[in-house]
């Protein structure tokens, strides 16, 4: 409720419940947060509002409550259809257990529906992985996603991470390829990196991060972007939870988003969609020049990894395997076209709201007092 003030002149019209797996929260208390949200927000009629769940977290008495409290979107974690590979991740439901989520999310109302899949799973091969994503498909879900494997330090696959039943990196380039064309033939297109959907079901919510546009986090590690600055909460649960009841602050990080750094970003998140970047855009965040920025993307269309259609440049599937490399490259540029073509003024400004942070930092943290 401390929000409803400061967001007076902002219309909500997407909702994500997201992060682990909401849907073990229970329906009750789901539908109580979207409430408050309706009380405290303006949120649309026509707003998306997604739930995150695992199929072994759904019912349909849960999930008819759900739709009737607003909810119209849900994305559930099938990962594979090899009940063996599930069983080795740890997950709790079979092939079976999602086949029957489906149906139920479909009894209760739900006409979008979203599917996650992952690739590049230990002893996963590229049959297997056909296997998956045809499965899935015949589930007739309006989006699906598939991410490929990343095995982190401290996780129990990592000591296992050479060994060679883990799909290396060729591998998982394939399956990656074969699910761009598969799932293009079976009616998802691509419109970003991992996600895949039918005309007029691209995730609304999620799209809001690639475009840069405003959105506000709620919970431990939640990240809000409002106002031209970033915010985080801090990770730690217990003292998130001690900051919510005694009304202190639960800000940990506070940041004034540059317009030098918007183009930045402008680029590493328009290049992860399949619409892609165009030079006017760029100009209209930053007046700063473009030249090397262009070459730069000119020399991926040339080398495949790129094309360029009605002046927008935009990875190709082969580009996306490698763009993190190439969209730090293109950062590069952005970087040495401002050294060449900047003004000295724009350093001092940009200096001047950097340094402005430290006298800044008390008021914003009373200003998230009680969230």
Known sequence: SDWSSQLEGYVIDTVYFGGGTPSYFGAARLAAILNALKKYGHLLIDSEVTLEANPDSTSYNE???????????????????????????????????????????????????????????????????????????????????????????????????????????????????????????????????????????????????????????????????????????????????????????????????TDFERAGEYLMLGLRTTHGVCEEEYRRIYRGGFEKIGEKLDYYVKHGFMKKTDGRWSFTPRGFLVSNTIIGDVLEAQTEQRAILSPPWRDTEELDQQLGLFTERSGDAEWFRGM
């Open 63 to 257: 999930l008819l409550k759900l739709r009737r409290a607003g909810f119209n979107r849900i994305s559930l974690g099938v990962q594979s259809s090899d009940d063996g590979l599930l069983k080795s991740l740890g997950r709790r439901h079979d092939f079976a257990g999602a086949e029957r989520a489906v149906q139920e999310a479909r009894r209760a109302g739900f006409e979008n529906l979203s599917v996650d899949l992952i690739y590049g799973l230990p002893s996963q091969t590229k049959e297997g992985w056909a296997d998956s994503l045809t499965k899935a498909a015949a589930l007739h879900p309006e989006h699906i996603s598939c991410y490929g494997l990343k095995i982190e330090p401290g996780t129990a696959l990592y000591e296992l991470r050479e060994a060679p039943f883990i799909p290396d990196g060729d591998a998982q380039a394939d399956m990656y390829l074969y699910a761009v064309d598969t799932l293009e033939r079976l009616g998802y297109y691509q419109y970003e990196i991992s996600n895949f959907a039918r005309g007029g079901f691209r995730s609304r919510h999620n799209l809001k991060y690639w475009l840069g546009d405003e959105y506000l986090g709620f919970g431990a590690a939640a990240h809000s972007y409002i106002g031209g600055r970033r915010y985080s909460c801090i990770a730690d649960i217990t003292k998130y939870c001690e900051g919510i009841e005694t009304g202190g602050s639960i800000v940990e990080g506070l940041e004034t988003i």
